[in-house]
C-alpha cells in the first residue's frame, strides 16, 4: 500500500517535471516569435525599397530638382534639403519646450492641478490626426501671412513633437531615485540645481530617446505638410516661401500616372528612411561622448 | 570645527502624523551623538529636522526651534544654507549615478558655482583622505563611476562627498545598517576620527555600534525622546525602565 503510494508520487512529479519543460519551451518559442514579428515588418519593408527604389539613385538624384512631366531624370535634391529644414524648426520648437514641460510635470508642478491639466492636454494632444495638427498651423500661421511657408510646416511638426517628448520626459525623470535627488538637496544644492544638474543628467538617455522617437515620427509625416509647407518644385531655402519636403514629393509622385515619378518615389522613400536612421544613430554617437558622457 | 546643537520643543508631522513630539536636548560639538531606538520611533525624522530635510516632503511640518552655534535654523537661513553648513550621509549609499568618482566629490562645490580646478583637486584629495577612501581610487579618480564601487566604498565616497563643503555637522542615518562588518568596521573608524572635526549625530539600530563610537547616545520611542544622557549611563544604568526593556532586548 505504502509502496503504491510512492510510486504514484514519483509519476505525478515525473509528469509534473515534463509539463513544466513543455510550458517553458512554448513560452520562450512565443517569445522569439514575437521578437521575429516585430522585426518583420521593418526589415520587409526596407528590403522591398532597396528592390524598387536603389536603381533609380544616382548622383542626379541628390543634386537636381525635379524635371518636367516627360523630361526624364531629375532628382530631389529640393525635396532633401527642404526635409532637413522642416525638421530644424520643428525640433527647435519641439525639444525645448517638450522637455521644459515634462521637467515642469515631474520636479515642480507634481500633484498640481494645472499639472494634471497639462498632462492631459498633452495626452489628447498625442492622439491628435496629424492633419488637424496641419489645420491649426494653417490657420495659426498661413492664414494670417496670406500665404504657404516652410515656417509653417515646422511648426505643425514642431507641435506634434510637444506631446511626446514633454510625456517621456516626464517618465524617464520619474524613474530617478529620489534617493539622488535627496543627496543633491543634502549638499546644500538649490532645488532648480539639483533639478537640471543631476536629475536631468541622471534620466538624459530616456529623454534621448523621448526626442529621437518624436523626430523620427514627424519626419515621414505628410498630412501637416499639405496645407502648410504645400511643397515646391523648385529650389528654396527661405522660410518664408512654401518648401519641398521628401513625404510631400513622394506623395505627389506616387499618386501621379508616370512611371519615371513612381520610380523617384520609391527611391525618396528610402532615402527617407535612410535619412531617419542616420540621424537616430548620429545623436546616439554623439551623445555617447562629449558632454554627456556617462549618460547613457 | 564643529557647533554644538540646541534643539527645544522641536514637532514634527507627516500629514496628519504627530512622529516626533516636543523634543528637547542639546548636542554636544565635536563628539559623536548616537540616537537608537526601535524602528518608527521617530529617529530619522529628527535628523531630518536638523538639515531641514524634513520638510523636502509635501505633506511635512515642523515647530519648534533648532540652534546651530549663533544660527537658528528655522528663523535665520533658508533649507539651502543651512545644508550647506550641515552635512548628510544616507542610509544606503547614494552617489550620483552619471559622475566619476572625482565629480561625486567635487559636486557639491561644482554644483554651487565654485570652479577654481587647483583648489578643487585639493579639497577632493583631502575628502577622499579623510573619508579612507584615497588610497583604494587615487589611479581611478576620473576614470571609474562612482557606482562602480563596492557598497562600503561607496558609503565612504559619500561621506567624502559630505566633508567636501566642510560642513560643521554631520548627520548620519543609519551609515552602516546596508553595509557588511569589514565595511562597518571603517565606517565606524571614521567616526572616530572625524569627530574632532565635525559634531556627529548618528541614527544606529546597532546597540553596540552605538556604545562603540558615541560619547552621548539618545533612546527614542514612539516619537519621544525618552532619555538622553552619557553612552555610559545609558547602557550601564539607565534611568527610565523603557531604556533597560529596550537594551537589554525585551522589545524593539
Redesign the interface.
Known amino acids: 500500500m505504502k509502496k503504491g503510494t510512492e510510486e504514484s508520487v514519483q509519476e505525478e512529479f515525473q509528469l509534473r517535471t515534463r509539463l513544466r519543460w513543455l510550458v517553458d519551451k512554448a513560452a520562450t518559442s512565443l517569445a522569439v516569435l514575437s521578437t521575429l514579428l516585430v522585426i518583420l515588418p521593418l526589415v520587409a519593408i526596407f528590403i522591398y525599397l532597396i528592390i524598387q527604389g536603389a536603381h533609380s539613385l544616382n548622383l542626379a538624384f541628390f543634386t537636381q530638382i525635379p524635371k518636367p512631366v516627360g523630361e526624364v531624370g531629375g532628382g530631389m535634391a529640393n525635396a532633401i534639403v527642404g526635409s532637413v529644414t522642416l525638421l530644424v524648426i520643428a525640433s527647435l520648437l519641439g525639444v525645448p519646450i517638450g522637455i521644459g514641460g515634462g521637467i515642469y510635470l515631474a520636479e515642480f508642478g507634481r ?1 498640481t492641478k494645472f499639472a494634471n491639466g497639462v498632462r492631459f492636454t498633452a495626452d489628447v494632444l498625442n492622439g491628435v490626426p496629424s492633419i488637424v495638427m496641419g489645420l491649426a498651423a494653417y490657420a495659426l500661421i498661413v492664414v494670417p501671412q496670406h500665404h504657404f511657408s516652410a515656417l509653417a510646416g515646422g511648426v505643425a511638426l514642431g507641435i506634434m513633437m510637444i506631446p511626446t517628448i514633454c510625456r517621456t520626459t516626464e517618465e524617464m525623470l520619474l524613474m530617478v ?1 529620489h ?2 535627488r ?9 532645488n532648480w ?2 533639478v537640471l ?2 536629475t536631468v ?2 534620466a ?1 538617455p530616456g529623454i534621448i530617446t523621448g526626442c529621437m522617437l518624436a523626430f523620427a515620427r514627424v519626419a515621414g509625416e505628410t498630412a501637416p505638410l499639405i496645407f502648410t509647407a504645400l511643397g515646391n518644385d523648385y529650389w528654396s531655402t527661405s522660410l518664408n516661401q512654401p518648401i519641398a519636403a521628401l513625404p510631400l514629393q513622394i506623395y505627389v509622385y506616387a499618386l501621379s500616372p508616370y512611371d519615371d515619378w513612381h520610380r523617384l518615389a520609391w527611391a525618396g522613400s528610402l532615402v527617407l528612411i535612410v535619412l531617419i536612421v542616420l540621424a537616430v544613430s548620429l545623436v546616439r554617437f554623439v551623445t555617447s561622448r562629449g558632454v554627456l558622457k ?2 547613457s | 570645527m564643529g557647533v554644538g546643537i540646541e534643539v527645544a520643543n522641536l514637532n514634527a508631522w507627516y500629514g496628519t502624523n504627530h512622529t516626533l513630539q516636543d523634543i528637547t536636548l542639546n548636542i554636544p560639538a565635536n563628539h559623536a551623538t548616537a540616537l537608537i531606538g526601535p524602528s518608527g520611533c521617530g529617529k530619522s525624522t529628527f535628523v531630518r529636522c536638523l538639515n531641514r530635510m524634513h520638510e523636502t516632503n509635501p505633506i511635512a511640518r515642523v515647530t519648534g526651534t533648532v540652534r546651530m552655534g549663533d544660527l537658528d535654523i528655522y528663523q535665520g537661513a533658508t533649507p539651502v544654507e543651512v545644508r550647506r553648513r550641515v552635512g548628510m550621509v544616507f542610509q544606503r549609499p547614494n552617489p550620483f549615478p552619471t559622475m566619476s568618482i572625482y565629480d561625486n566629490v567635487a559636486a557639491g562645490l561644482k554644483l554651487n558655482g565654485y570652479s577654481n580646478r587647483k583648489s578643487l583637486d585639493e579639497v577632493v584629495e583631502k575628502s577622499l583622505k579623510n573619508s579612507a577612501l584615497w588610497d583604494e581610487v587615487k589611479d581611478e579618480l576620473k576614470k571609474k563611476s562612482g557606482a562602480s564601487l563596492s557598497g562600503g566604498q561607496q558609503q565612504r565616497l559619500c561621506i567624502a562627498r559630505a566633508l567636501a563643503v566642510d560642513p560643521e555637522v554631520l548627520l548620519m542615518d543609519e551609515p552602516a545598517s546596508a553595509l557588511d562588518p569589514v565595511s562597518t568596521s571603517k565606517i565606524e573608524d571614521l567616526i572616530f576620527q572625524l569627530k574632532s572635526q565635525y559634531t556627529i549625530v548618528i541614527v544606529t539600530h546597532n546597540m553596540q555600534q552605538a556604545a562603540r563610537v558615541a560619547e552621548k547616545t539618545g533612546f527614542f520611542l514612539n516619537g519621544r525622546m525618552v532619555e538622553f544622557d552619557s553612552t555610559h549611563k545609558i547602557f550601564t544604568n539607565p534611568s527610565d525602565k523603557r531604556t533597560e526593556d529596550y537594551i537589554t532586548g525585551r522589545f524593539g
Do not use: D, N, W
Open positions: 500633484g531615485p534617493a539622488v535627496e543627496a543633491a538637496l543634502g549638499l546644500g544644492v538649490p540645481r539639483s544638474s543631476i543628467k541622471t538624459s556617462g549618460a
